[in-house]
């Protein structure tokens, strides 16, 4: 399973991005939206969780 969000930077939301978790996760961080002052002013974040393999397949 995934999931996408986009949001603004000062609405950032730390805990869930550095927050414990209670299986193996992938965050990735990445900036989107405009340029503002020399800096994107969004934070775009993908969520991803660990799902096990379908057995027979490699």
Not at 11 to 38: H, I, M, Q, S, W
């Amino acid at each position: 399973m995934w999931e996408i969000q986009w949001v603004d930077k000062k609405d950032f939301p730390t805990n869930k991005v550095y927050g414990a978790a209670d299986r193996p996760e992938l965050r990735l961080l990445t900036c989107g939206g405009p340029l503002v002052g020399g800096h994107r002013s969004d934070s775009v974040i993908l969520y991803a969780d660990l799902v096990s393999r379908q057995a027979g397949v490699q």
